[in-house]
């Protein structure tokens, strides 16, 4: 077992899994309700720090402002019992109560596998043991929300910028604690580059009948949701 990586490997490696879940958008293999939200922010590698003013430069010579995109990647840390690092398959196995944190997104499974392409792509599988459940929950303390997404397994597809929950998979959006909206079938995916869902239906559907099954609540009334607690919010401080 190999434990030294290249940095560029580790930036990569820890920017993988799943900003997934922030928007609700849902197009699904039957008809149904489907809730439209903002879009997820796409991961992007950190620029390099601008170099600072040369001596007696003037302020219009000054850096411009920071954009986004120079906005630093937050860390990921990984939890688990066991690690398994292959250089030369440019290859991470993570065993035993994997918690993978980033921002404020996080990831709970049995085992986490982790490779990369030659293009330096990464593509990731996360799986458990008989009778639990792979689970995700992404925060966005702005709008009041929290994101849990959970399924027997879950892929993600860096080249395609895509993240699959596959088997008994259920994605629920929460806004102050109270469940609003939330869809289920054999298979959920969420593109992260158009921020919208499909939904597939089959024998190992989440929903009965091995359907696909969508709940979205009218806008007025997650919009209400959203001022009630910012309303309590305000009150508390």
Avoid: W
């Amino acid at each position: 077992m190999t434990r030294s990586r290249s940095s560029t490997y580790m930036a990569r490696l820890a920017g993988l899994m799943l900003t997934c879940i922030t928007g609700l958008a849902c197009a699904q293999s039957s008809p149904a309700p489907t809730a439209t939200q903002q879009p997820a922010a796409t991961a992007k590698q950190s620029k390099p720090a601008t170099a600072a003013p040369a001596a007696g430069a003037t302020s219009a010579e000054a850096p411009a402002a920071k954009s986004q995109d120079d906005t630093p990647e937050p860390d990921t840390v990984i939890l688990s019992d066991t690690l398994h690092y292959d250089d030369v398959k440019k290859q991470s196995v993570f065993t035993g109560n994997v918690i993978m944190t980033r921002g404020l997104m996080t990831l709970t499974a049995d085992k986490l596998v982790l490779n990369e392409d030659a293009d330096g792509f990464q593509f990731g599988t996360a799986t458990v043991a008989a009778g639990k459940l792979v689970n995700i929950r992404q925060e966005n303390p702005e709008k009041f929300e929290v994101l849990e997404a959970q399924g027997l397994r879950g892929e993600y597809d860096g080249k395609n910028e895509q993240v699959e929950m596959i088997g008994q998979a259920v994605v629920t959006r929460y806004i102050c604690g109270k469940p609003f909206d939330n869809v289920k079938g054999e298979r959920v995916i969420y593109h992260q580059k158009s921020g919208t869902y499909e939904a597939f239906g089959g024998p190992e559907s989440a929903a009965h009948g091995g359907r696909v099954r969508s709940l979205a609540q009218p806008r007025a009334k997650t919009d209400a949701a959203v001022a009630e607690c910012q309303k309590k919010s305000a009150s508390t401080q």
